[in-house]
Protein backbone atom coordinates (compact mmCIF):
# COMPACT_ATOMS: atom_id res chain seq x y z
CA UNK A 1 0.00 0.00 0.00
CA UNK A 2 1.31 3.55 -0.97
CA UNK A 3 -0.44 6.49 1.06
CA UNK A 4 0.23 10.16 0.18
CA UNK A 5 0.00 12.85 2.63
CA UNK A 6 -0.62 16.10 1.64
CA UNK A 7 0.16 18.38 3.92
CA UNK A 8 3.32 16.99 6.48
CA UNK A 9 2.34 18.80 9.51
CA UNK A 10 1.38 17.59 13.45
CA UNK A 11 -1.31 15.39 12.15
CA UNK A 12 -0.39 14.35 8.61
CA UNK A 13 3.13 13.60 9.88
CA UNK A 14 2.38 11.56 13.01
CA UNK A 15 -0.48 9.37 10.53
CA UNK A 16 3.03 8.89 8.83
CA UNK A 17 4.91 7.53 11.07
CA UNK A 18 1.94 5.17 12.13
CA UNK A 19 0.87 3.62 9.35
CA UNK A 20 4.85 2.86 8.54
CA UNK A 21 5.51 1.73 11.39
CA UNK A 22 2.55 -0.80 11.98
CA UNK A 23 3.01 -1.89 8.37
CA UNK A 24 -0.02 -0.88 6.85
CA UNK A 25 1.88 1.09 4.19
CA UNK A 26 5.34 -0.09 2.59
CA UNK A 27 5.34 3.43 1.09
CA UNK A 28 4.46 6.88 2.44
CA UNK A 29 4.69 9.88 -0.01
CA UNK A 30 5.06 13.29 1.13
CA UNK A 31 3.76 16.57 -0.69
CA UNK A 32 3.55 19.99 0.89
CA UNK A 33 3.21 23.38 0.33
CA UNK A 34 6.35 24.26 2.40
CA UNK A 35 10.12 23.01 0.79
CA UNK A 36 11.16 23.87 4.68
CA UNK A 37 8.53 21.00 5.79
CA UNK A 38 9.49 18.14 3.16
CA UNK A 39 13.28 18.46 4.08
CA UNK A 40 11.98 18.06 7.93
CA UNK A 41 10.07 15.46 6.76
CA UNK A 42 12.82 13.56 5.18
CA UNK A 43 15.30 14.31 7.49
CA UNK A 44 12.63 13.05 10.94
CA UNK A 45 11.98 9.68 7.78
CA UNK A 46 8.12 10.91 8.61
CA UNK A 47 8.14 10.01 4.84
CA UNK A 48 10.35 7.82 2.62
CA UNK A 49 10.08 10.32 -0.79
CA UNK A 50 8.76 13.84 -1.76
CA UNK A 51 6.60 14.41 -4.77
CA UNK A 52 4.46 17.38 -6.27
CA UNK A 53 0.78 17.44 -5.95
CA UNK A 54 0.29 15.52 -9.45
CA UNK A 55 3.03 12.80 -8.96
CA UNK A 56 2.20 11.91 -5.81
CA UNK A 57 -1.76 11.27 -6.48
CA UNK A 58 -0.31 8.81 -9.30
CA UNK A 59 1.83 7.12 -7.32
CA UNK A 60 -1.14 6.43 -4.25
CA UNK A 61 -3.49 3.88 -3.36
CA UNK A 62 -4.86 6.48 -0.63
CA UNK A 63 -4.51 9.76 -0.66
CA UNK A 64 -5.01 11.61 2.98
CA UNK A 65 -5.57 15.78 2.85
CA UNK A 66 -4.00 17.10 5.55
CA UNK A 67 -3.58 20.53 5.26
CA UNK A 68 -5.69 23.39 7.24
CA UNK A 69 -8.74 23.24 6.17
CA UNK A 70 -8.98 26.54 3.97
CA UNK A 71 -6.24 25.14 1.69
CA UNK A 72 -8.54 21.77 1.92
CA UNK A 73 -11.49 23.59 -0.15
CA UNK A 74 -9.17 24.78 -2.52
CA UNK A 75 -7.45 21.26 -3.18
CA UNK A 76 -9.81 18.59 -2.91
CA UNK A 77 -11.84 19.03 -5.59
CA UNK A 78 -8.06 19.17 -7.87
CA UNK A 79 -7.05 15.79 -6.28
CA UNK A 80 -10.62 14.32 -7.04
CA UNK A 81 -9.93 15.48 -10.91
CA UNK A 82 -7.37 12.71 -11.11
CA UNK A 83 -8.87 10.46 -8.77
CA UNK A 84 -8.56 7.18 -10.43
CA UNK A 85 -11.63 4.23 -9.82
CA UNK A 86 -9.25 2.13 -7.26
CA UNK A 87 -7.85 4.92 -5.45
CA UNK A 88 -9.11 6.16 -2.02
CA UNK A 89 -8.90 10.39 -0.66
CA UNK A 90 -9.55 11.23 2.47
CA UNK A 91 -9.11 14.43 4.62
CA UNK A 92 -8.24 14.64 8.27
CA UNK A 93 -10.07 18.52 8.99
CA UNK A 94 -12.39 19.80 11.95
CA UNK A 95 -15.24 20.88 9.46
CA UNK A 96 -16.94 18.75 7.19
CA UNK A 97 -19.91 20.94 5.79
CA UNK A 98 -18.24 24.15 4.31
CA UNK A 99 -16.09 21.03 2.34
CA UNK A 100 -18.55 18.67 1.66
CA UNK A 101 -20.45 21.10 -0.46
CA UNK A 102 -17.39 21.72 -2.48
CA UNK A 103 -17.02 18.54 -3.93
CA UNK A 104 -20.65 17.29 -3.94
CA UNK A 105 -21.70 17.42 -7.40
CA UNK A 106 -18.14 16.37 -8.22
CA UNK A 107 -17.83 12.86 -10.37
CA UNK A 108 -15.61 11.97 -8.57
CA UNK A 109 -17.16 12.19 -5.15
CA UNK A 110 -17.22 8.68 -4.06
CA UNK A 111 -13.68 8.06 -4.10
CA UNK A 112 -13.88 10.75 -1.21
CA UNK A 113 -14.45 9.61 2.33
CA UNK A 114 -14.59 12.96 4.78
CA UNK A 115 -12.78 12.01 8.22
CA UNK A 116 -11.56 13.50 11.28
CA UNK A 117 -9.64 11.48 13.56
CA UNK A 118 -10.18 13.07 17.34
CA UNK A 119 -6.51 13.77 18.53
CA UNK A 120 -4.20 16.47 18.33
CA UNK A 121 -1.84 18.25 20.56
CA UNK A 122 -0.96 22.53 21.25
CA UNK A 123 1.83 22.00 18.76
CA UNK A 124 2.17 22.25 14.94
CA UNK A 125 5.06 21.72 11.81
CA UNK A 126 6.39 17.89 11.06
CA UNK A 127 8.49 18.66 14.26
CA UNK A 128 5.46 18.32 16.49
CA UNK A 129 4.81 14.99 14.43
CA UNK A 130 4.46 11.98 17.53
CA UNK A 131 3.59 7.74 17.03
CA UNK A 132 1.05 6.93 18.88
CA UNK A 133 -1.46 10.01 18.80
CA UNK A 134 -3.80 8.45 17.45
CA UNK A 135 -3.79 5.41 19.73
CA UNK A 136 -7.01 4.24 20.33
CA UNK A 137 -8.78 7.57 19.98
CA UNK A 138 -12.01 8.01 17.98
CA UNK A 139 -12.27 8.51 14.06
CA UNK A 140 -15.91 10.30 12.61
CA UNK A 141 -16.83 9.07 9.44
CA UNK A 142 -18.94 11.87 8.03
CA UNK A 143 -21.71 11.03 5.76
CA UNK A 144 -20.11 7.63 4.57
CA UNK A 145 -23.41 6.85 2.27
CA UNK A 146 -22.13 9.46 -0.22
CA UNK A 147 -19.00 7.82 -0.74
CA UNK A 148 -18.16 4.41 -2.48
CA UNK A 149 -18.47 1.45 -0.45
CA UNK A 150 -14.60 0.27 -1.53
CA UNK A 151 -13.37 3.55 -0.37
CA UNK A 152 -15.12 3.36 2.79
CA UNK A 153 -14.17 -0.14 3.84
CA UNK A 154 -10.23 1.41 2.96
CA UNK A 155 -10.58 3.86 4.81
CA UNK A 156 -12.31 2.14 8.02
CA UNK A 157 -9.05 -0.12 7.17
CA UNK A 158 -6.29 2.44 7.55
CA UNK A 159 -7.90 3.84 10.88
CA UNK A 160 -8.80 0.53 12.22
CA UNK A 161 -5.05 -0.27 11.77
CA UNK A 162 -3.49 2.02 14.12
CA UNK A 163 -5.76 1.47 16.20
CA UNK A 164 -8.66 4.08 16.27
CA UNK A 165 -12.86 3.20 17.05
CA UNK A 166 -14.88 4.57 14.76
CA UNK A 167 -18.35 6.43 14.51
CA UNK A 168 -20.32 7.77 12.00
CA UNK A 169 -22.16 11.13 12.14
CA UNK A 170 -23.63 13.07 9.21
CA UNK A 171 -21.93 16.64 8.34
CA UNK A 172 -24.10 18.97 10.13
CA UNK A 173 -23.38 16.89 13.21
CA UNK A 174 -20.12 16.58 13.61
CA UNK A 175 -19.58 20.26 12.87
CA UNK A 176 -22.01 21.14 15.85
CA UNK A 177 -20.07 18.40 18.21
CA UNK A 178 -16.44 19.44 17.07
CA UNK A 179 -17.60 23.21 18.11
CA UNK A 180 -18.66 21.84 21.47
CA UNK A 181 -16.13 19.26 22.17
CA UNK A 182 -12.66 20.76 20.18
CA UNK A 183 -13.35 24.33 19.01
CA UNK A 184 -14.36 26.04 22.28
CA UNK A 185 -11.90 24.64 24.04
CA UNK A 186 -9.51 26.60 22.14
CA UNK A 187 -11.10 29.38 22.29
CA UNK A 188 -11.50 29.42 25.88
CA UNK A 189 -7.26 28.83 26.29
CA UNK A 190 -6.93 31.70 23.41
CA UNK A 191 -8.89 34.15 26.26
CA UNK A 192 -7.80 32.84 29.50
CA UNK A 193 -4.07 33.37 27.70
CA UNK A 194 -4.95 36.96 26.99
CA UNK A 195 -6.42 37.68 30.17
CA UNK A 196 -3.32 36.69 32.33
CA UNK A 197 -0.83 38.06 29.62
CA UNK A 198 -2.31 41.07 29.90
CA UNK A 199 -1.94 41.23 33.72
CA UNK A 200 1.70 40.31 33.06
CA UNK A 201 2.58 43.12 31.70
CA UNK A 202 2.27 45.27 35.51
CA UNK A 203 3.41 41.85 37.03
CA UNK A 204 6.21 39.98 35.71
CA UNK A 205 6.53 37.87 38.48
CA UNK A 206 3.05 36.25 37.90
CA UNK A 207 4.35 33.11 35.98
CA UNK A 208 6.37 31.58 38.82
CA UNK A 209 3.60 30.50 40.42
CA UNK A 210 1.56 29.18 37.99
CA UNK A 211 1.23 25.09 38.36
CA UNK A 212 -0.44 22.42 36.60
CA UNK A 213 -4.06 23.24 36.31
CA UNK A 214 -3.01 27.15 34.88
CA UNK A 215 -0.83 24.43 32.55
CA UNK A 216 -3.59 22.40 31.47
CA UNK A 217 -6.16 24.93 30.52
CA UNK A 218 -4.10 27.53 29.13
CA UNK A 219 -2.22 25.01 26.81
CA UNK A 220 -4.05 24.98 24.05
CA UNK A 221 -3.45 28.77 23.60
CA UNK A 222 -0.34 27.48 22.03
CA UNK A 223 -1.99 26.50 18.92
CA UNK A 224 -1.42 27.79 15.44
CA UNK A 225 -3.69 30.31 13.78
CA UNK A 226 -3.09 29.14 10.32
CA UNK A 227 -4.88 26.15 11.17
CA UNK A 228 -7.70 27.37 13.88
CA UNK A 229 -8.47 30.91 11.99
CA UNK A 230 -9.59 28.76 9.04
CA UNK A 231 -11.64 26.24 11.34
CA UNK A 232 -13.68 28.98 13.14
CA UNK A 233 -14.21 31.07 9.92
CA UNK A 234 -16.05 27.62 8.35
CA UNK A 235 -17.34 26.67 12.05
CA UNK A 236 -18.25 30.55 12.05
CA UNK A 237 -22.55 29.80 13.28
CA UNK A 238 -21.92 26.68 15.37
CA UNK A 239 -18.85 27.78 17.51
CA UNK A 240 -21.12 31.41 17.97
CA UNK A 241 -23.75 29.52 19.46
CA UNK A 242 -21.33 27.43 22.01
CA UNK A 243 -19.28 30.39 22.86
CA UNK A 244 -22.80 32.66 23.68
CA UNK A 245 -23.48 29.53 25.96
CA UNK A 246 -20.00 29.72 27.33
CA UNK A 247 -20.57 33.18 28.37
CA UNK A 248 -23.74 32.70 29.52
CA UNK A 249 -22.35 30.49 32.29
CA UNK A 250 -19.73 32.35 33.10
CA UNK A 251 -21.85 35.31 33.29
CA UNK A 252 -24.27 33.28 36.05
CA UNK A 253 -20.94 32.32 38.69
CA UNK A 254 -20.68 36.17 37.62
CA UNK A 255 -23.28 37.59 39.18
CA UNK A 256 -23.79 35.24 41.38
CA UNK A 257 -20.24 36.18 43.13
CA UNK A 258 -21.85 39.86 42.95
CA UNK A 259 -25.07 38.67 44.57
CA UNK A 260 -22.61 36.68 47.32
CA UNK A 261 -24.69 33.75 46.50
CA UNK A 262 -22.56 30.92 47.66
CA UNK A 263 -25.20 28.62 47.56
CA UNK A 264 -26.09 27.96 44.54
CA UNK A 265 -22.28 28.88 43.47
CA UNK A 266 -22.16 25.08 45.20
CA UNK A 267 -24.68 23.94 43.32
CA UNK A 268 -23.27 24.60 40.33
CA UNK A 269 -20.02 23.75 40.82
CA UNK A 270 -21.87 20.34 42.10
CA UNK A 271 -23.29 19.92 38.44
CA UNK A 272 -19.90 20.86 36.94
CA UNK A 273 -18.78 17.77 38.40
CA UNK A 274 -20.88 15.45 36.25
CA UNK A 275 -17.64 15.64 33.76
CA UNK A 276 -16.38 13.25 36.27
CA UNK A 277 -19.46 10.67 34.15
CA UNK A 278 -17.46 11.38 31.01
CA UNK A 279 -14.01 12.27 31.38
CA UNK A 280 -12.16 8.72 31.81
CA UNK A 281 -9.12 9.69 33.82
CA UNK B 1 11.01 15.86 63.63
CA UNK B 2 6.83 15.63 64.18
CA UNK B 3 4.81 16.92 62.00
CA UNK B 4 0.66 17.13 62.85
CA UNK B 5 -1.35 17.54 59.80
CA UNK B 6 -4.62 18.80 60.48
CA UNK B 7 -6.98 17.86 57.83
CA UNK B 8 -5.71 15.11 55.73
CA UNK B 9 -6.72 15.49 52.10
CA UNK B 10 -5.21 15.45 48.78
CA UNK B 11 -2.86 17.95 50.04
CA UNK B 12 -2.41 17.49 53.84
CA UNK B 13 -2.32 13.71 52.60
CA UNK B 14 0.22 14.20 50.09
CA UNK B 15 2.78 16.59 52.01
CA UNK B 16 2.53 13.53 54.69
CA UNK B 17 3.74 10.68 52.28
CA UNK B 18 6.52 13.54 50.39
CA UNK B 19 8.04 14.89 53.93
CA UNK B 20 7.77 11.03 55.96
CA UNK B 21 9.91 9.44 52.64
CA UNK B 22 12.32 11.97 52.22
CA UNK B 23 13.50 12.16 55.76
CA UNK B 24 12.35 15.47 57.08
CA UNK B 25 9.86 13.95 59.51
CA UNK B 26 10.10 11.02 61.62
CA UNK B 27 6.68 11.02 62.50
CA UNK B 28 3.77 12.28 61.04
CA UNK B 29 0.15 12.66 63.01
CA UNK B 30 -2.64 13.22 61.54
CA UNK B 31 -5.83 15.34 62.49
CA UNK B 32 -9.09 15.33 60.73
CA UNK B 33 -12.65 16.45 61.44
CA UNK B 34 -13.59 13.09 59.20
CA UNK B 35 -12.97 9.59 61.31
CA UNK B 36 -13.63 8.09 57.79
CA UNK B 37 -10.35 10.48 56.37
CA UNK B 38 -8.23 9.45 59.49
CA UNK B 39 -9.42 6.09 58.97
CA UNK B 40 -8.67 6.02 54.94
CA UNK B 41 -5.33 7.80 55.57
CA UNK B 42 -4.37 5.22 58.27
CA UNK B 43 -5.19 2.62 55.86
CA UNK B 44 -3.16 4.27 53.22
CA UNK B 45 -0.06 4.93 55.49
CA UNK B 46 -0.29 8.43 55.34
CA UNK B 47 -0.14 8.96 58.77
CA UNK B 48 1.44 6.93 61.32
CA UNK B 49 -1.51 8.16 63.59
CA UNK B 50 -4.27 9.85 64.54
CA UNK B 51 -5.36 12.09 67.22
CA UNK B 52 -7.39 15.02 68.42
CA UNK B 53 -6.78 18.52 67.76
CA UNK B 54 -5.24 19.36 71.36
CA UNK B 55 -2.86 16.12 71.43
CA UNK B 56 -2.08 16.42 68.01
CA UNK B 57 -0.97 20.21 68.65
CA UNK B 58 0.97 19.41 71.88
CA UNK B 59 3.00 16.91 70.44
CA UNK B 60 4.28 18.33 67.36
CA UNK B 61 7.18 20.32 66.20
CA UNK B 62 5.43 22.10 63.49
CA UNK B 63 1.83 22.36 62.86
CA UNK B 64 0.43 22.18 59.09
CA UNK B 65 -3.47 23.48 58.44
CA UNK B 66 -4.62 21.86 55.38
CA UNK B 67 -8.33 22.15 55.55
CA UNK B 68 -10.60 24.09 53.63
CA UNK B 69 -9.93 27.67 53.72
CA UNK B 70 -13.30 28.73 55.64
CA UNK B 71 -12.51 26.12 58.73
CA UNK B 72 -8.88 27.56 58.48
CA UNK B 73 -10.13 31.10 59.74
CA UNK B 74 -12.16 29.03 62.46
CA UNK B 75 -8.77 26.80 63.56
CA UNK B 76 -5.79 28.75 63.05
CA UNK B 77 -6.57 31.11 65.98
CA UNK B 78 -7.30 28.47 68.36
CA UNK B 79 -4.39 26.10 67.36
CA UNK B 80 -2.50 29.67 67.50
CA UNK B 81 -3.85 29.75 71.14
CA UNK B 82 -1.81 26.58 71.95
CA UNK B 83 1.24 27.07 70.08
CA UNK B 84 4.57 26.80 72.29
CA UNK B 85 7.71 29.30 71.39
CA UNK B 86 9.40 26.78 69.42
CA UNK B 87 6.62 25.37 67.90
CA UNK B 88 5.50 27.08 64.08
CA UNK B 89 2.44 26.55 62.62
CA UNK B 90 1.75 26.98 58.72
CA UNK B 91 -1.05 26.84 56.10
CA UNK B 92 -0.96 25.83 52.71
CA UNK B 93 -4.57 27.58 51.75
CA UNK B 94 -4.88 29.39 48.49
CA UNK B 95 -6.02 32.72 50.36
CA UNK B 96 -4.66 34.70 52.55
CA UNK B 97 -5.52 37.97 53.88
CA UNK B 98 -8.56 37.09 55.28
CA UNK B 99 -6.79 34.49 57.66
CA UNK B 100 -4.79 36.84 58.00
CA UNK B 101 -6.36 39.36 59.27
CA UNK B 102 -8.08 37.10 61.38
CA UNK B 103 -4.67 36.51 63.27
CA UNK B 104 -3.19 40.01 62.78
CA UNK B 105 -3.62 40.56 66.78
CA UNK B 106 -2.67 36.87 68.35
CA UNK B 107 -0.28 37.06 70.81
CA UNK B 108 1.41 34.08 69.09
CA UNK B 109 1.19 35.61 65.62
CA UNK B 110 4.89 35.42 65.09
CA UNK B 111 5.06 31.10 65.60
CA UNK B 112 2.66 31.77 62.27
CA UNK B 113 3.78 31.61 58.67
CA UNK B 114 1.22 31.74 56.20
CA UNK B 115 2.44 29.73 53.37
CA UNK B 116 0.97 28.24 49.74
CA UNK B 117 2.49 25.61 48.05
CA UNK B 118 1.59 26.20 44.04
CA UNK B 119 0.61 22.76 43.31
CA UNK B 120 -2.84 20.40 43.35
CA UNK B 121 -4.67 18.26 41.18
CA UNK B 122 -8.54 17.94 40.54
CA UNK B 123 -9.18 15.14 43.17
CA UNK B 124 -9.52 15.51 46.67
CA UNK B 125 -9.29 13.29 50.01
CA UNK B 126 -6.78 11.35 51.16
CA UNK B 127 -7.81 9.04 48.52
CA UNK B 128 -6.30 11.37 46.09
CA UNK B 129 -3.04 12.51 48.03
CA UNK B 130 0.60 11.63 46.04
CA UNK B 131 4.12 11.31 46.54
CA UNK B 132 6.14 14.28 43.83
CA UNK B 133 2.86 16.47 43.79
CA UNK B 134 4.91 19.20 44.98
CA UNK B 135 8.13 18.09 43.48
CA UNK B 136 10.49 21.13 42.11
CA UNK B 137 7.33 23.72 41.97
CA UNK B 138 6.91 27.00 43.88
CA UNK B 139 6.08 27.76 47.37
CA UNK B 140 4.96 30.85 48.49
CA UNK B 141 5.67 32.74 51.73
CA UNK B 142 3.37 35.11 52.50
CA UNK B 143 4.39 38.62 54.61
CA UNK B 144 6.83 37.00 55.91
CA UNK B 145 8.37 39.76 58.27
CA UNK B 146 5.59 38.97 60.27
CA UNK B 147 6.60 35.83 61.45
CA UNK B 148 9.27 34.98 63.79
CA UNK B 149 12.52 34.41 61.94
CA UNK B 150 12.83 30.69 63.31
CA UNK B 151 9.32 30.48 62.81
CA UNK B 152 10.05 31.35 59.09
CA UNK B 153 13.73 29.17 58.81
CA UNK B 154 11.26 26.05 60.16
CA UNK B 155 8.86 26.11 56.90
CA UNK B 156 11.36 27.42 54.77
CA UNK B 157 13.48 24.06 55.46
CA UNK B 158 10.48 21.99 55.10
CA UNK B 159 9.61 23.19 51.81
CA UNK B 160 13.05 23.09 50.63
CA UNK B 161 13.51 19.35 51.78
CA UNK B 162 10.72 18.51 49.25
CA UNK B 163 12.44 20.35 47.07
CA UNK B 164 10.33 23.36 46.31
CA UNK B 165 11.50 26.76 44.88
CA UNK B 166 10.54 29.21 47.78
CA UNK B 167 9.18 32.98 46.55
CA UNK B 168 7.97 35.92 48.93
CA UNK B 169 5.16 37.97 48.61
CA UNK B 170 2.99 40.44 50.28
CA UNK B 171 -0.75 39.13 51.10
CA UNK B 172 -2.25 41.37 48.86
CA UNK B 173 -0.45 40.30 45.44
CA UNK B 174 -0.48 36.65 46.75
CA UNK B 175 -4.17 36.48 46.36
CA UNK B 176 -4.40 38.30 43.01
CA UNK B 177 -1.71 36.22 41.79
CA UNK B 178 -3.87 33.13 42.57
CA UNK B 179 -7.02 34.43 41.11
CA UNK B 180 -5.05 34.88 37.84
CA UNK B 181 -2.93 31.72 37.73
CA UNK B 182 -5.67 29.32 39.46
CA UNK B 183 -8.85 30.39 40.66
CA UNK B 184 -9.69 31.73 36.89
CA UNK B 185 -9.20 28.60 35.58
CA UNK B 186 -11.39 26.42 37.74
CA UNK B 187 -14.35 28.92 37.38
CA UNK B 188 -13.52 28.71 33.53
CA UNK B 189 -13.52 25.34 33.50
CA UNK B 190 -16.91 24.62 35.39
CA UNK B 191 -18.49 26.81 33.08
CA UNK B 192 -17.42 25.00 29.88
CA UNK B 193 -18.31 21.55 31.61
CA UNK B 194 -21.96 23.14 32.25
CA UNK B 195 -21.78 24.18 28.59
CA UNK B 196 -20.82 20.73 27.23
CA UNK B 197 -23.26 19.16 29.37
CA UNK B 198 -26.53 21.10 28.44
CA UNK B 199 -25.77 19.95 25.26
CA UNK B 200 -25.38 16.52 26.12
CA UNK B 201 -28.87 16.13 27.34
CA UNK B 202 -29.89 16.48 23.62
CA UNK B 203 -26.64 14.71 21.98
CA UNK B 204 -25.56 11.89 24.21
CA UNK B 205 -22.77 10.67 21.39
CA UNK B 206 -21.04 13.88 22.18
CA UNK B 207 -18.33 12.54 24.65
CA UNK B 208 -17.40 9.89 22.44
CA UNK B 209 -15.56 12.35 20.55
CA UNK B 210 -14.12 13.89 23.54
CA UNK B 211 -10.15 13.93 22.70
CA UNK B 212 -6.71 15.36 24.37
CA UNK B 213 -7.76 19.05 24.20
CA UNK B 214 -11.33 19.09 25.64
CA UNK B 215 -9.74 16.46 28.71
CA UNK B 216 -7.39 19.07 29.77
CA UNK B 217 -9.27 22.41 29.47
CA UNK B 218 -12.08 20.67 31.51
CA UNK B 219 -10.32 18.36 33.89
CA UNK B 220 -9.81 21.00 36.49
CA UNK B 221 -14.52 21.12 36.61
CA UNK B 222 -13.93 17.61 38.26
CA UNK B 223 -12.80 19.57 41.69
CA UNK B 224 -14.01 20.04 45.12
CA UNK B 225 -16.89 22.52 45.78
CA UNK B 226 -16.25 21.57 49.60
CA UNK B 227 -12.66 23.57 48.40
CA UNK B 228 -13.35 26.02 46.05
CA UNK B 229 -16.16 27.87 47.56
CA UNK B 230 -14.27 29.30 50.37
CA UNK B 231 -11.71 29.89 48.15
CA UNK B 232 -14.26 32.05 45.80
CA UNK B 233 -15.94 33.35 48.88
CA UNK B 234 -12.82 34.83 50.26
CA UNK B 235 -11.03 36.19 47.32
CA UNK B 236 -14.61 37.03 45.50
CA UNK B 237 -13.20 40.79 44.58
CA UNK B 238 -10.01 39.74 42.83
CA UNK B 239 -11.89 36.62 41.29
CA UNK B 240 -14.13 39.08 40.16
CA UNK B 241 -11.97 41.27 38.62
CA UNK B 242 -10.45 38.53 36.58
CA UNK B 243 -13.41 36.75 35.28
CA UNK B 244 -14.59 40.78 34.14
CA UNK B 245 -11.41 40.39 31.94
CA UNK B 246 -11.49 37.04 30.88
CA UNK B 247 -15.39 37.54 29.73
CA UNK B 248 -14.31 40.55 28.21
CA UNK B 249 -11.56 38.89 26.51
CA UNK B 250 -14.07 36.20 25.26
CA UNK B 251 -16.44 38.93 24.07
CA UNK B 252 -13.95 40.51 21.60
CA UNK B 253 -13.84 36.54 20.15
CA UNK B 254 -17.39 36.82 20.04
CA UNK B 255 -17.49 40.22 18.34
CA UNK B 256 -14.62 39.33 15.42
CA UNK B 257 -17.12 36.11 14.58
CA UNK B 258 -20.06 38.44 14.40
CA UNK B 259 -18.40 40.83 12.21
CA UNK B 260 -16.46 37.61 10.22
CA UNK B 261 -12.85 39.90 10.88
CA UNK B 262 -10.54 36.88 10.70
CA UNK B 263 -7.71 39.05 10.09
CA UNK B 264 -7.85 40.61 14.03
CA UNK B 265 -9.24 37.23 15.12
CA UNK B 266 -5.48 35.66 13.69
CA UNK B 267 -3.50 38.52 15.54
CA UNK B 268 -5.52 37.83 19.22
CA UNK B 269 -4.38 34.14 18.72
CA UNK B 270 -0.99 35.18 18.02
CA UNK B 271 -0.77 37.28 20.77
CA UNK B 272 -2.50 34.25 22.74
CA UNK B 273 0.44 32.38 21.42
CA UNK B 274 2.82 34.89 23.63
CA UNK B 275 1.95 31.91 26.70
CA UNK B 276 4.78 30.18 25.38
CA UNK B 277 7.24 32.24 26.78
CA UNK B 278 5.12 30.91 30.07
CA UNK B 279 4.23 27.76 30.19
CA UNK B 280 7.75 25.02 29.72
CA UNK B 281 6.36 22.21 27.66
Known amino acids: ????????????????ITLKENGFAQRIIGV???????????????IDEEMGLEEGIAEADIIVLATPVDVMV?????????????QAVIDVGSTKERLLKEVKEHPN??????????????????????????????TVLVDPEDSDPDAVEMAGRLYRSIPMRIVELDSQSHDV????????????SFALALTVLAKEKDESRIFELASGGFDSTVRLAKSSPDMWVPIF?????????VLDEHINQLARFRSLLIKNDFETFYRLIQDANQIRRILKK
Open 32 to 46: DASQDNLDKAVRRRL
Open 74 to 86: QLLPRVLDRAGPH
Open 109 to 138: RGRYVATHPMAGTEHSGPEAAIPNLFDHKC
Open 177 to 188: HSAYVSHISHIS
Open 233 to 241: RQNRDNVLD
Open 1 to 16: MTITIIGIGLIGGSLA
